[in-house]
């Protein structure tokens, strides 16, 4: 059986048990990885309201950020990076509703595919010296719109090993 086509049931929502999940969706972007040649980038998520949560105001003010080979690969990790800074309700989420269309089991395939679709606000950022996003606010019923600029050496830059090893280690 492929990598790929494991299942994977959930018996409970502990935190052992969602690390193990995590570790697994990350360990197949990394077998998908091998089978091209990484040309990695910067990506951000730039999802713009009036109520973010803590990662999307990271995100969106370019603190933060995924190095990935792939829109599919950034927009999976940067679903994980959310679970990371706004809690692991996100993750719960998408596993439950996987559970419940799987009767409680499903592949890890379907997995990864679920949560590449998950993001339409990926935002790419091919050169590392040169990041800009531009945001807008609306204040007093007026539309101010700016420029954020900065640099790799500004970010807090994750990677697939960097989330991996976050999530290998012990609770």
């Known amino acids: 059986m492929f990598e790929s086509e494991t299942l994977i049931k959930l018996g409970d929502y502990s935190e052992s048990s969602v690390r193990e999940i995590i570790v697994k969706i990350l360990s197949q972007l990394l077998n998908e990885r091998k089978a091209i040649v990484p040309n990695d980038s910067i990506w951000t998520d730039g999802e713009f309201d009036s109520i973010q949560t803590e990662f999307e105001s990271k995100s969106n003010k370019l603190e933060i950020g995924i190095w990935a080979s792939s ?3 950034a927009t999976v990790c ?10 692991y309700i996100t993750i719960y989420c ?5 559970v419940d269309d799987k009767e409680g089991q499903f592949s890890l395939m379907e997995v990864v595919n679920e949560l590449s679709t998950l993001d339409n ?3 790419n950022h091919p050169n590392p010296e040169k990041i800009t996003t531009e945001l807008m606010t609306y204040e007093n ?11 790799s050496e500004r ?16 609770t």
Not at 141 to 151: A, L, M, S
Not at 159 to 170: A, D, E, M, Q
């Open 71 to 73: 829109k599919r690969e």
């Open 94 to 98: 998408i596993i439950e509703d996987l």
């Open 155 to 170: 970010m807090d830059l994750w990677s697939l090993g960097k989330l991996i090893s976050y999530f290998s280690r012990g």
């Open 121 to 123: 606000y990926v935002d």
């Open 141 to 151: 019923g007026k539309v101010t719109n700016y420029t954020i600029k900065t640099c």
């Open 78 to 87: 940067l679903q994980i990076l959310r679970a990371i800074i706004d809690g």
